[in-house]
Antibody, heavy 116, light 107 residues
Framework: EVQLQESGPGLVKPSQSLSLTCSVTGYSITSNYWGWIRKFPGNKMEWMGYISYSGSTSYNPSLKSRISITRDTSKNQFFLQLNSVTTEDTATYYC??????????WGQGASVTVSS | DIQMTQSPPSLSASLGDKVTITCQASQNINKYIAWYQQKPGKAPRLLIRYTSTLESGTPSRFSGSGSGRDYSFSISNVESEDIASYYCLQYVNLPWTFGGGTKLELK
């Protein structure tokens, strides 16, 4: 059974970078697609982007200039970096597997607050 | 981007009721809609894909229907374990986009 777990700082200062790690067990990230989604206070959800089995990436155009998703296949982990954060980036961040295009397994989420 | 308009934002039901949530897409999404359930502090759970295909483990009291721009999700005979928030997602085009969510509460 695939399991995903997000980790990273819970507090980030404005203008800095947000960095999160998704650790995957029970399934290789060299298969399928692996993405990041966030849920804002007020419950709006936004797909941020994904990295494919081959390492190619696709990002939400709303974030394209600030986001980077990378991976370490030796550790079966993938990563989110979001640059130049503002308070509007305060959210719970989820990593997920996208199998046959659709996100079918998610982590529990990591709450990130952007505040000075 | 395809906008997904989900309604109602909240819903109050008694045990045993049937409830229905709708999502309208800003364009034809060719049945590429999924429905997720999320309980507080938990990961979202995929319940239904491609409008009406139940995932393994999804109880048969959950159902989905629709076509074109208009889709619905129903729970017949609401049980206490169904109290959660529900989201639709279109996955026909990137960026994948979610509805605003529906919070189901017990009356």
């Amino acid at each position: 059974e695939v399991q995903l777990q997000e980790s990273g700082p819970g507090l980030v200062k404005p203008s800095q970078s947000l960095s999160l790690t998704c650790s995957v067990t029970g399934y290789s990230i060299t298969s399928n697609y692996w993405g990041w989604i966030r849920k804002f206070p007020g419950n709006k959800m936004e797909w941020m982007g994904y990295i494919s089995y081959s390492g190619s990436t696709s990002y939400n155009p709303s974030l394209k200039s600030r986001i980077s998703i990378t991976r370490d296949t030796s550790k079966n982990q993938f990563f989110l970096q979001l640059n130049s954060v503002t308070t509007e980036d305060t959210a719970t961040y989820y990593c997920a597997r996208a199998m046959m295009v659709l996100m079918d397994a998610w982590g529990q989420g990591a709450s990130v607050t952007v505040s000075s | 981007d395809i906008q997904m308009t989900q309604s109602p934002p909240s819903l109050s039901a008694s045990l045993g009721d049937k409830v229905t949530i709708t999502c309208q897409a800003s364009q034809n999404i060719n049945k590429y809609i999924a429905w997720y359930q999320q309980k507080p502090g938990k990961a979202p759970r995929l319940l239904i894909r491609y409008t009406s295909t139940l995932e393994s483990g999804t109880p048969s009291r959950f159902s989905g229907s629709g076509s074109g721009r208009d889709y619905s999700f129903s729970i017949s005979n609401v049980e206490s374990e169904d109290i959660a928030s529900y989201y639709c997602l279109q996955y026909v085009n990137l960026p994948w986009t979610f509805g605003g969510g529906t919070k189901l509460e017990l009356k």
